[in-house]
């Protein structure tokens, strides 16, 4: 049985693309699990946006 974070790391990615085209662009492609090497989850809430 596959676990929720598997399938996760599995699925094809799509994240927040780079800063200077502005906040609606977006990357994607492979799975993460192909993009990373190790990911870490941290419980700190950052601004996504400089006030």
Excluded: C, Q
């Amino acid at each position: 049985m596959e676990t929720i974070a598997r399938k996760v790391l599995n699925r094809t990615a799509k994240t927040r693309g780079l800063p200077g085209l502005g906040t609606s662009s977006w990357m994607t492609g492979d799975s993460l699990s192909d993009w990373f090497d190790v990911l870490l989850h941290t419980r700190e809430v950052t601004a996504t946006r400089p006030y």
